[in-house]
Structure formats: structure tokens, C-alpha cells
């Protein structure tokens, strides 16, 4: 069945009209009440009649519906995929946490960024959902703020528009105050500010500020509230929580270091949705977690790969009763819940009559060449630093920290990256002359901790500073910053790059909240290449940061990779399909299709690229087709071919490339391209000479 919006009524037909959607609507159907009935007749297989009572009007009325419905070609026994995979995502993401209803907007719409589009759909709840009386405590955030900008609800009367947090003294544009008034005005509604800051000095404050009168009585209209609006923020470096200011006087580590994901309303919690206890308990002057659960209807609005973990805690925590995300980031929902495959048993679900599959003989564990799984990273390392003496050596016993033979030297800055295991060459592959001078490693797909890294920081000085560079990734942030912080108490200077060439996993006004994946080769090479030169560390920093800034990978997956302690893959692809945007720890992509040819993989791989990097005739770049681990040489050098026609196609040099095993996720299958736009720093960079493990230029 194929479902397409509504178009203007042809001239004769005598139908119910369309001015205002069904009460009780759900918002996944926007205001189109013929999706509504195709979809419950077609795709939910009900009744005329139990389609009546569910939508509130006559059996005769579905009718109609259905009939013109399918004469006007809104519907034609299949479903445009667009629309299939956003209602279905949000049927499953309602169903499978109980949620009163779930919006999902598209992830394929590239013309308008996710926020706008995030803040559209939020709009477009709140004039469906906001009724005249009610009293909305409305949170903080860019989303929040794009939602208001967006809304428009009039004829409701006595609506009251409450702050959910107190204020802040940080100048950027969402601060609570302006989201709340931003609502009110949409909204037409009285608006009701906190008069005390969100975070005060100490808990006596606090506790004197909550007895003002004044105060005590706009918590007491907070306390009344029977709808509250909110986001969801992560705390990847790039996140609101940090960019804000708003938490500026507590380091946001003890909280991390309680394992804390995600903050709602200025409350920090942990992957289960509990709520995290910390520095800022007694000092917080806001809506509380518990007062919160207590509201009648809590809409939640975010979006953006990076924020899953932080919404699934939230809507494990029971904090959610109407989500309102996009399609990629629900799947990852689901994904990391254990509902896998969204969209293939969806598919199958609406083809009620095909054949069922024969049953798979998939084994259900993979073989692999193991001695102890819970010994793999030790003696991966003990391999490691037994096959590469000439180029590395381990700080200590337990080798987590390893230091290049040919890389520290007095009146150099110093190079240390690192990471979890199961990259294999990265990153001990990038450690030697003209590359790291150290590097950490932590177990399969887990940071390093803190020690070793400052273990590799003091072997690395040279007197002149250390320069980190490492992937985008929470852990890694904790832990790297913990280190640095131990380093400048020692006296060493510390300056930090984050990797973050991934372009699929946050849109392009997100960007420093991507991920860094197989591009961190030219950024290590580039780093590495700006230290041995003796660059001062500021140079060095500001070389790093333009490598990274101008390489843009996408990843794409057709098997999953295993762990090697359950020899159990660790999500699942269908048997037709790949993933695209597939990050290196097996996060999903950012889309599911099925299988295609290598040529059609490549060209959506690099269309993508194109449309961000925007090369022009007679630029140059350096190429790097990586294997997740399993795809032998004879695939990738398939897709560099189609990769190198499309660079001639377009008048692009290529300078250097690169094709094998560089940054890999285990034994997954598949594939990634990065390019690096050079200009003439960059190509001087990469051709410096080097002698790593994995890399050698001479």
C-alpha cells in the first residue's frame, strides 16, 4: 500500500471535510485523517467498524475515506518508503515502551537541518495538544527554543507557560527564560518565570531562596502543571550541557564518573533512567525528577544520533509519555533496547501472505582463535609488542601504554592518542617515527582509563607540551581530560583535538558532535607528521584540528561484527540488507537498505561526501578505503575503483590513497571511505616521512 499525503479535493466529490484533524489523532499521522483510516484498514487490518470507534466518527465516514482515498491515488497497495519507515518506527518505539503516542520525522530530509525540522514537528504537537486552562512547565535547549520560534496555537484561552528551571547568567540563546517566553508567546499564554538562578553556591542558598514568598509560589503553579515540554541532552563534548556554560561551576566529571548519560531539566541520569546523585543535588533550584514523572503529559523532543543512549534512559526512567525524535535516532532506540531490525519485520509484517522463511542454519557462534576470551586484549598485547619491537615498547607490565622507540625527544611536543581495542592497527599501527609518540589502549571498544594515558603523556614530553588526539567518544573525553588535568598539575601543557570525520552519525550544524572513525588515520598522520617537524604546540594544534576538519568518512556495514568473549554478533543486519553510517563500536546507521551493487554503494557513499565537502575541478585529495575487519582486499579494491572514476569524473586529483585494513571493528563486514580535501599544509603533512607499525612514507 502506498500512502501519500492528501491533495486538494477534485471538483464533484461530496466529502467530509478537512478543515480541522479528528480528535484524538495520533500526531504520527500529522493532520491527515485519510493516512489514519488507510492505515488502520490497510496496514493495522481493522474493521470499517472498529476504524469508526477508533476515530471517533461513523462507519459510513471510513468508508468515504477509504473509497476517495483510493481514488485520489493516496493509496496504492504498497507504501512510499519514506513515510512506511517513519510511521512504523514510531508504532514500535510506542508499543515497546508504552508511550502515549511517538512522532518520528524522517531522517532522508536533507533540505532543512534536523533541528528545524525537530522544532516543526514539535509545533505542530503542541497545537494539537494544548488545550485552553492548561499549565505547561517547558524546560531548556535548542530544540525547546526551535519548537517555540515554530508554534502558533490561537484561540486558546488562559494557558499558563511556566519555567521548569531557574535562570542562568550564560548569554547563549536557549537560556530557560527565553525558551518559556518564547512558548508563552506562541502559545498566547501567561508566563511564569523562576525568580532565582538555576545553580546557586551552596545548599543554604537554595534552601533560603525556595522560602521566598515569590518563589515558593511559582513553584507552586510548577507543581500544578499538567504538561511539560523538554529535551534530551547527551553529554558528548559537543552537547548542550557542555557548549552552555550553563553547569560552568562544577566539572561535569563526577558525574560522568557515576556513569551519568544524559540530563533532563538540569537532572543528571544514568543509563537505567535513575536518577544520579552529585555536587549539584543541593544547589539546584528547578522541577525535580519526581515532580516531573508526576505530570500528567511529559513531551519529550530530541533528535540526533548521539543522543540515544540519553533517550533510552530517559524512556526507561518513565520519564517520556509522547517522544518526538527522528527515524535514524529511533532505530538506534530500539537497536540498543533489543528490538533489532525495525524495518525488515515491519516490512514483513504488512505482507501477511507471503510464504514464511525457511528456517535459518545460521550458527549461532562465530570460531575464533582464542585462548581466554576475558585474556584477549593482554595477549593481543603481548603479540602486538612481540612483533613491532623495532617500532614500539610498553611503559610497564601491564602494556596499555605504549611508547614509540624513534618518536620522544627533548625540544619536541609530543604526540599521544589512544583508544579502545578491536581497531586493529588502530592505534598502536600509528606509533613511531614521524607519527604518535605514545599511545593507550583500553579494552575491546572501551577508553583507556586515566592512568596509562598519563603514563604515555610523561614518556611523550619533550618540554614543548603534548598534544591528545583521539575519537569523539564520552569515555574517551572523561578519561583523556582526567589525565590532562594530572599532566598540568605536573607542569606539562596540554592541548586536545577531537576526531570527528564521521559525517553520518550528527548533521552539519552538529558537527562537532560526530564521531571519529577510520579518518582518524590523516588526522594521526597529519598530527604526528606537524609535531616531528618541531612545530610549536599551538601550530601543531591548529595543523590537527584543519586534517580533521577536512576529512569526511562514511561507513557502511553488511554483517556485524562479534564480540570475543560471547562469539555473538553484536547487533543484527537482514540477510538483503546494509547499513549505512555504521559506526566503528557497531552503532547503527543512519540508514537500512537493501543490498545493492558495489558501484551503487560507493556512488551513495560518495554523493554523500560531495555534498558536504563541495569539491571543485582541480582539487586534490587523499583517499582511504578501510575494511571493518572481514571485507578482503578483492572487495575494496572494487569500490576504489568506482571511487577514483568518480574523483576523474569530477577533475579531482588524488594524491595519496590507501586501501587495506587501517581502523577496523572486530570482524564486522564492510566497508569505509574517507577523503581528505588537501590543500598544500595538508599535502606537506601527509608526505612527511614515517615509520609505524601500520603506516610507513619515506
Known sequence: MT?????????GLSKPELSQAPEGMPLRYGDDPYVWACWLYYEDRMTQGDIADAMGISRATVNSYLAEARERGIVNISIEPGRLASLTVAQEIKHHFGLADCLVVPSDDSARPLIERLGAAGAQALQRLLKSGDTLAVSWGRTVLAVGERASAPGLQ???????????RATFAYTPELCASSIAEAVGGRLINISAPAIVTNPEVRDLLLREPL???QFDILARANKALFGISSLRPNSTIHTSGFFESVSLQDYLARNAVGVIAGRFIDGHGR??????DDRTIGISLETLKNIGLRIAIAG???KVPAILAALRG???D???TDAATA???LNADGVPDVDRRMSQRSKPDAAPSPPSHQRIYTKKFLNNPDKVVEQMLDGIVRAHQRHLHPLDRAKRALIARDGPRPGKVGLVIGGGAGHEPGFYGYVGKGLADAVAIGNIFSSPPPAPILQCTEAASGGEGVLYVYGNYAGDVMNFEMAAELAEAKGIPIRTVLTTDDIASSPLEDREGRRGVAGNFFTFKAAGAACDLGFPLSKCEALTRKANARTYTVGVALEPCSMPQTRRHNFDIGPDDIEFGMGIHGEPGVSREKMMTADAITDKVIDRIFSEMKPAAGDRVAVLVNSFGATPLMELYILFRRVEQRLAARGIEIDANWVGHYFTSLDMVGASISLLHLDDDLSMLLNHPCDGAALKVI
Open 331 to 333: 532505530r538506534g532506540i
Open 318 to 320: 518513565g520519564y517520556v
Open 158 to 168: 488562559d494557558v499558563t507557560v511556566v519555567q521548569a528551571t531557574g535562570g542562568t
Open 3 to 11: 500512502v501519500k499525503p492528501s491533495q486538494p479535493r477534485k471538483a
Open 322 to 324: 509522547m517522544l518526538i
Open 215 to 217: 518563589i515558593e509560589g
Open 304 to 306: 540526533g544520533f548521539d
Open 275 to 280: 536518577a544520579i546523585t552529585g555536587p549539584l
